[in-house]
């Protein structure tokens, strides 16, 4: 079985009391699950953070940040910086969010310096990559994946990229006004994915998880996770629920993969 990875950015949905009897019950319905060929992953808000990871076990469940500041400290007013994530006990710093990017104006320069702290600071950088709607419409869907992850990778190291997850989630498969995704267009992507991780960081971009995400729900995470070149799930809606969200963990682990 190949090692899956499947994890939830909660966005800015749940309350510190939400978040812990979320992570408290995704942990008790997935603990009898090994985790040898799985990585779970829960993404909450800032405030949740700390309080998620001392309430479960960070072997059964890997805690992160939907963002964080390239720099230790400085006059970046409502911003957090990698020490403050470091205290609070952040593996994954999930980096240029479609709705980062869309909504909150963040460019590939500043992705990139973020991409760059976050190795620097010991953290695995998920970076989130995908075109809108009208590049793929005028045919620009493979230059603006290998535009952006030229971009946000300049500088990453070899030594690095061992801690590197990509997500593709294409602008337009996501949330609710989103489109989802045929199997067959994710299996082209990702294999697109895969040759320009090998252009940028040689072998040992074979190597880089590379998620899915966009309206991944119960009926469509059978096809995305059987692509040859889609080594996980980076799941929103669907996961919102624990029950359902370890339905689709446990539909997935019992696939022959
Ligand atoms: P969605 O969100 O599954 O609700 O479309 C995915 C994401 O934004 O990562």
Redesign the pocket.
């Known amino acids: 079985m190949k090692k899956v990875y499947l994890g939830?950015?909660t966005?800015m949905y749940k309350t510190i009391k939400e978040h812990l009897s979320f992570v408290k019950d995704l942990e008790s319905y997935t603990k009898d699950l090994s985790r040898e060929d799985l990585e779970l992953f829960v993404i909450p808000s800032y405030t949740s953070i700390g309080p998620c990871r001392d309430a479960c076990n960070p072997k059964l469940i890997t805690i992160g940040a939907q963002n964080m500041h390239y720099a230790d400290e400085g006059q970046f007013t409502g911003e957090i910086s990698p020490k403050m994530l470091q205290e609070v006990g952040a593996e994954i710093i999930e980096l240029g969010?479609?709705?980062r990017r869309h909504i909150l104006g963040e460019d590939d320069i500043f992705i990139n310096r973020k991409v760059l702290s976050a190795f620097s600071h010991g953290f695995s950088p998920l970076l989130?990559i995908g075109e809108t709607g009208e590049q793929k419409e005028e045919g620009l869907s493979v230059k603006t994946l290998r535009m952006q992850l030229m971009a946000d990778l300049d500088g990453v190291s070899k030594e690095d990229a061992s801690n590197l997850m990509v997500?593709y989630?294409p602008v337009w498969?996501?949330?609710?006004r989103?489109k989802p995704a045929t199997s067959d267009y994710v299996d082209k992507m990702h294999r697109e994915i895969r040759e320009i991780l090998l252009d940028i960081l040689g072998e040992v971009g074979r190597e880089v998880p590379i998620l899915f995400?966009?309206?991944?729900?119960n009926d469509n995470f059978r096809g995305f996770i059987t692509c040859e070149e889609v080594n996980g799930l980076?799941?929103?809606?669907?996961?919102?629920d624990a029950k359902n969200f370890s339905y689709i963990i446990h539909e997935i682990m019992g696939m022959d993969l």
């Not at 995400?213 to 729900?217: C, D, L, R, T, Y």
């Not at 980076?234 to 919102?240: E, K, L, V």
């Open positions: 939830t950015n966005k969010h479609s709705e989130c997500a989630e498969a996501i949330g609710k989103g995400g966009g309206s991944v729900n980076f799941i929103g809606r669907s996961a919102r």
